[in-house]
């Protein structure tokens, strides 16, 4: 199996890298991709150091999957080509995620829709896939009617010019501004850009990619995305109205029991998720489960998750092992 790593060189393409290795992702070959200015530099893979190289060149070499974090235009314009050789794409980006003929994955939640002809995969925004892996077995069980979400993200979900920013500010030094203002000792409610309706894009992605991922329109969602100066993953508090009655205790078991979910949730012990403690680790952790005692058949709760792991790198490498298991991506041959 012929991997490529199209942007090998950024924060979550180093990520990918150590999770193949970690998860003895059954490669071949590993070829890693980034821009001009990085071809010929090398990468260290599970002891051995590769060269990293051009887009072009990696299309000629025919990969079997190739897996993106290079920003929606260079997804735009490359992930079409791949595709035209035979690879199969798992893009990181914002790019095809809405795209009506493309599909937006979450493994554990809809990955049985996959098929050989799914040559373009969307990978989720990270505040999505740490939100829809609790919701997704709620919503099975009490249909979730509404969603109220409010995000504490990390810095690097921005990406390394935002954790220089921190690094910078937190030592009383100038340096290059990755957000309109200081994020040290500050909450920045803007994440991404403003759309006309007023709300960012970061925000508008947690309502979209829920309802597709899900594949209900029916549920309303409004969310607020925040950034805020931490580096080990998002945090996310979520209000969640269903259609039916639950029990708490029985929602605390039922998330329980659900692959890639950890629930922390014991206030005798002060045992909630923090981000601090998720840094590092693929699982997703909820706690603070509580009713919502202002209405009926509501409920509270708080999400935490590394996003560059199970947010970006984990889900993506989790979604070509599905490809993979399944025979859903049938080997290139070089001509
Ligand atoms: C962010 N989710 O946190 C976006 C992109 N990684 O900025």
Not at 77 to 105: C, Q, Y
Not at 124 to 144: D, E, R
């Amino acid at each position: 199996m012929r991997i490529a790593v199209v942007g090998a060189t950024g924060m979550v393409g180093n990520v990918m890298l150590k999770s193949l290795a970690e998860r003895n992702f059954p490669l071949t070959e590993l070829i890693p991709v980034a821009s001009e200015k990085s071809v010929g530099k090398k990468v260290e893979f599970k002891g051995k150091e590769y060269t990293i190289v051009g887009l072009q060149d990696a299309v000629d070499m025919q990969p079997d999957i190739a897996l993106f974090s290079a920003g929606g235009s260079t997804s735009l314009e490359w992930a079409p080509k791949f595709a035209a050789v035979g690879t199969t794409v798992v893009d990181n980006s914002s790019a095809w995620r809405m795209d009506a003929t493309k599909k937006l994955i979450v493994p554990e939640i809809n990955a049985d829709i996959l098929t050989k002809e799914d040559k373009i995969i969307a990978n989720p925004n990270c505040s999505t896939i740490q939100m829809v892996m609790a919701l997704a077995p709620l919503h099975k069980k009490y249909q979730i009617k509404r969603l109220v979400i409010s995000t504490y993200q990390s810095i690097t979900g921005t990406g390394v010019k935002a954790v220089q920013q921190l690094e910078n500010e937190y030592k009383g030094e100038k340096g290059e501004m990755a957000y309109h203002y200081p994020i040290h000792k500050n909450a920045i409610p803007h994440c991404d850009v403003f759309e006309e309706n007023g709300y960012t894009k970061e925000e508008m992605k947690l309502v979209r990619e829920t309802q597709k991922i899900l594949n209900d329109n029916t549920i309303a969602v409004t969310a607020t995305a925040v950034r805020i100066p931490v580096v080990g993953g998002h945090s996310e508090c979520v209000n969640i109205e269903f259609e039916n009655e639950f029990d708490v205790s029985e929602i605390r078991k039922l998330l329980s029991e659900t692959p890639g979910v950890t629930v922390q949730d014991n206030l005798d012990t002060n045992t909630y998720p923090m981000p601090i403690y998720a840094h590092g680790k693929d699982d997703v952790f909820v706690g603070r489960i509580r009713r919502d005692l202002s209405q009926p058949n509501t409920l509270n709760m708080w999400i935490v998750s590394d996003n560059l792991r199970k947010g970006a790198a984990t889900n993506t490498i989790q979604i070509a092992e599905y490809l993979i298991e399944h025979n859903l991506c049938p080997s290139t041959t070089l001509s």
